[in-house]
């Protein structure tokens, strides 16, 4: 009897490639931990890292709307929106995220992650043209990829570059312009107006990604897109739930094509269990907050312009952004962990960021403003930042 045949590869080639890459990680100071954060408001740590712009997460009128919902209608929906998952209450939030954004019809997603995947995947094939601003979010760049599709990176917010990329490229095939609404790592905003019309003028279609300005931006939180721009200047407008609205899931909004044809073909949709039905009920009660509290915005755009001009005054490397992402530039990731580990030690939660998620040489911290900040926060999070600065120019 033969013998079986050996493997021409040991089975523990991808164990060792997993651990060279993990060492790398750890070498080229990139390595990535989870803290196990403590929902009581007096934890000792304050939270200038989350994306909880009105500070609804925790609002205790949301989390009652959730348990409520729950009580009534289970915890989860149990099957894809296209099987018996899809509930009175997910329609109902439809319909309010197509009324807020303007827009005739809105798709509700389990993630911002999979809003993406799954609009590029049904709006791209092997042929469609693909133009994405270089900072777009990893989401929208792995929906290209995953899709296929030819796919060109414009200079960050430069229309001139986008419109030359546009004019070389074959005229047959279908064209898509990508680009985040608020770029979540910067802070600063896509001038929408500018692509709408480069896009008209060349014959593209346009996607913006509004996950960091639903909420926060434009008068009724309709973000940067929202009333302002019809669907025939932005086909396709992304939004999520889990930011500013406090709760978890995202939407696509549009016209009745752009849905019918999410709905039929987009697999991170048709294949997914659809979000729990007290989420939605969560939703539905912060989207009623949000309209009946607009001094929550008002509150967070005035703590930006407090924050700015303080620490401007302090010689911070602040980049130009006016949303509630201020990122202090620091450089390379040594500098940044130095600053981060500091910055905890003192009671503060800011993210450190750095490669791959920014460019290299651009890692930084990124500050995050709430609407529940009180200024008393703000300013014991500025004198840190001063000593750490005075402390870092000491030591040179």
């Known amino acids: 009897m033969m013998p079986p045949p050996r493997p021409t590869t040991s089975p523990d080639v991808l164990k060792s490639r997993l651990e060279a890459r993990l060492a790398r990680q750890r070498k080229q100071d990139l390595w990535r931990e989870r803290l196990s954060m403590s929902p009581n408001p007096r934890a000792p740590l304050r939270d200038f890292a989350s994306n909880d712009y009105l500070g609804l997460a925790r609002?205790?009128?949301?989390?009652e709307a959730l348990a409520a919902g729950a009580r009534r209608e289970g915890a989860g929906a149990g099957a894809s929106h296209l099987v018996n998952g899809h509930f009175l209450v997910h329609q109902a939030l439809e319909e309010r995220l197509a009324e807020l954004t303007g827009r005739p019809r809105a798709l509700l997603f389990s993630?911002?992650?999979?809003a993406n995947l799954g609009v590029l995947q049904t709006l791209c094939d092997g042929e469609t043209r693909v133009f994405q601003?270089?900072?777009n979010h990893a989401s929208l760049l792995d929906g290209a990829r995953l899709a296929q599709s030819p796919s060109r990176r414009f200079h960050?917010?430069?229309?001139?570059d986008l419109e030359r990329l546009l004019r070389r490229a074959p005229r047959e095939p279908a064209k898509l312009v990508v680009s985040d609404g608020v770029f979540s790592m910067d802070g600063d905003t896509a001038d929408v107006e500018g692509l709408a019309a480069t896009c008209q003028r060349q014959g593209a279609w346009l996607m913006i990604d509004d996950a960091h300005g639903i909420g926060v931006l434009g008068e009724q939180g309709d973000g940067l897109v929202g009333q302002r721009f019809s669907t025939q200047q932005v086909p396709v407008l992304v939004g999520t739930l889990g930011k500013a609205f406090g709760s978890c899931g995202a939407f696509v909004a549009g016209d009745d094509v752009l849905i019918d044809a999410l709905t039929q073909f987009a697999r991170p949709y048709i294949y997914t269990t659809a979000q729990p039905p007290g989420m939605a009920h969560a939703t539905l009660r912060a989207l009623d907050i949000s309209e009946q509290e607009p001094d929550r915005r008002e509150r967070l755009h005035a703590h930006i312009q407090h924050f700015r001009q303080a620490a401007e005054a302090l010689g911070l490397p602040l980049m130009d952004s006016a949303t509630p992402i201020q990122p202090i530039l620091l450089g390379d990731n040594q500098r940044v962990m130095r600053w981060s580990l500091g910055l905890r030690e003192a009671g503060f939660m800011v993210g450190a960021i750095r490669h791959p998620t920014v460019p290299?040489?651009?890692?930084r911290l990124r500050?995050?403003?709430n609407a529940l900040h009180e200024s008393d926060d703000i300013k014991a999070l500025l004198n840190v930042l001063a000593e750490l600065k005075f402390r870092e120019a000491k030591a040179s």
Do not use: Q
């Open 133 to 135: 601003d270089r900072l």
């Open 367 to 369: 500050v995050v403003l």
């Open 59 to 63: 609002d205790p009128r949301v989390a």
């Open 360 to 363: 290299r040489g651009t890692a």
């Open 111 to 114: 993630t911002g992650y999979m």
């Open 156 to 160: 960050h917010r430069d229309l001139n």
